[in-house]
């Protein structure tokens, strides 16, 4: 199926989704998918040690993402550790870089990573002070309204424009809602007023009327974050630019693409509870490609080994 042209309409991200939109789940999705502009590959997790070693780097060695441009992204709250990794990712000749200000998980932001340093302006601006003046690549930065309070991001923003910063992304939730309760669009325009960076919208896109939606109500902004949106529904990049597929289609390539994505994790992990494990993963969200069919869910999250996996996916791809 032919990929929708990456310069047509608005720019599209695909969102960094631990354990899910790994390389390999993007090679995958870009042989059947298009719409696409760039992707966020998952956070590094930051290592004691200041060696940057290929296992570190796994996910972005080597590159298989049909040459659709992919930006690494950081978690070191230290300046030694963001620069020794920052290096070597120019070695590898990535132009780009994303500081991670979001991640709202328990065991990140209880070490103050993530959305958890947002209540410490000064530790972040300490941080870019130190490394700015070294830093060979782009950086952009991606964040939350704060962890505990709109105040944080706020505060944080008119400080950021003191440096040059590639864009910079916005999910309009706190840190401490995790992915729960509504999105705070009014925030966002809050935000977007106190920064003269450029701005990216990310959350709760999951339908071309979510995106139109947002659009209309903040057109100055034309780049977009897709994420557990887009693992719903794997077409949904192209038809925000347009696309349409027929039913007949879209039941084709749905089919095609989990079975790729299956095989190839399959080559890769080692043993059946790691391969189940990470499709159970996917299908929390996929199982949104196929309306009518969520109560089948359970019985793909049930399965206990791949017969009943797979005869359980079946039931769910088949028309």
């Known amino acids: 199926m032919s990929a929708v042209s990456r310069d047509s309409g608005p720019f599209l991200y695909m969102a960094p989704l631990k354990g899910i939109t790994d390389a390999l789940y993007r090679r995958v999705y ?42 690494p992204q950081l978690l070191n709250t230290d300046a030694d550790g963001f620069l020794c990794v920052a290096e070597r990712l120019w070695q590898l000749g990535y132009r780009e870089i994303n500081w991670n200000l979001g991640c709202p998980v328990k065991m990140v932001a209880g070490k103050k990573r ?16 130190a490394v700015m ?7 952009s930065i991606k964040m939350r309204l704060g962890y505990k309070d709109c105040s944080e991001a706020r505060e944080l923003l008119p400080r950021l424009d003191a440096y040059p ?7 309009p939730r ?35 009327s979510d995106y139109t939606r947002l659009a209309g109500r903040f057109p100055s902004v034309n780049r977009w974050m ?39 994790m399959k080559q890769r ?32 999250t049930r399965a ?4 009943a996996y797979l005869a359980a996916v079946e039931a769910v791809l088949e028309e």
């Open 269 to 300: 992990l080692s043993g059946p509870g790691h391969l189940l494990g990470k499709m159970k993963q996917v299908w929390i969200y996929f199982i949104g490609s196929f309306p009518g069919k969520e109560k089948l869910l359970k019985k793909i």
């Open 165 to 171: 910063l590639t864009e910079i992304i916005i999910h």
């Open 30 to 71: 870009c042989n059947h998918f298009g719409g696409l502009d760039s992707c966020i590959a998952p956070f590094i997790n930051p290592q004691s040690s200041a060696l940057c070693s290929d296992k570190l780097l796994s996910d972005l060695l080597p590159r298989h993402d049909n040459d659709l441009p992919l930006v």
């Open 114 to 129: 993530g959305s958890g340093l947002l209540p410490y302006p000064d530790r972040i601006t300490a941080l870019l002070d």
């Open 304 to 307: 206990a080994n791949e017969q």
């Open 174 to 208: 706190l840190g401490v809602q995790l992915y729960r309760g509504s999105t705070l669009p009014e925030e966002f325009q809050i935000c977007s007023e106190l920064t003269r960076h450029t701005m990216v919208y990310n959350g709760d896109i999951a339908s071309v």
């Open 226 to 264: 897709l994420g557990r949106g887009l693992v719903a529904n794997p077409f949904l990049a192209q038809e925000i630019k347009g696309g349409s597929v027929s039913d007949q289609v879209r039941q084709e390539v749905l089919r095609a693409f989990h079975q790729d994505l299956f095989q190839a």
């Open 133 to 139: 003046p070294r830093l060979q690549a782009g950086l």
